[in-house]
């Protein structure tokens, strides 16, 4: 069973930093791709990262390229995001995904589970 759980969010200033995590009680996500996606009000979900946990390598959306990594623990638990620079075009509700038996699936379709998101709210 895969329950995922978002968190980390919170409000920071322009030009901050936050570190997002993403579990699943503690068990192994080795076999899945994560990745992680955000809504922002108003607006349709977008792909942010992703990493396969399963057989490596990590891809990168447009507007996170640069700012943004995506790694996990060395047990491969826990799946992190970490943001720099953050501008207030970043806030948004940041979701993690889960997909078991593909690569580095960009679509959010492609995913088999969500969590619930966590609200990063970055202020200028």
């Known amino acids: 069973q895969v329950q995922l759980v978002e968190s980390g969010g919170g409000l920071v200033q322009a030009g901050g930093s936050l570190r997002l995590s993403c579990t699943n009680s503690g068990r192994s996500l080795s076999r899945y791709s994560m990745g992680w996606f955000r809504q922002a009000p108003g607006k349709e979900r977008k792909f942010v990262a992703v990493i396969n946990l399963s057989r490596g390598g990590t891809f990168y959306g447009d507007s996170a390229k640069g700012r943004t990594t995506i790694y996990s623990d060395d047990a491969k638990t826990t799946v992190y995001l970490t943001m720099n620079n953050l501008k207030p075009d970043d806030t948004a509700i940041y979701f993690c995904?889960?997909?078991?038996?593909?690569?580095?699936?960009?679509?959010?379709?492609?995913?088999?589970?969500w969590g619930q998101g966590t609200q990063v709210t970055v202020s200028s």
């Open positions: 995904a889960a997909q078991i038996g593909g690569w580095l699936p960009l679509g959010q379709d492609e995913y088999d589970y």
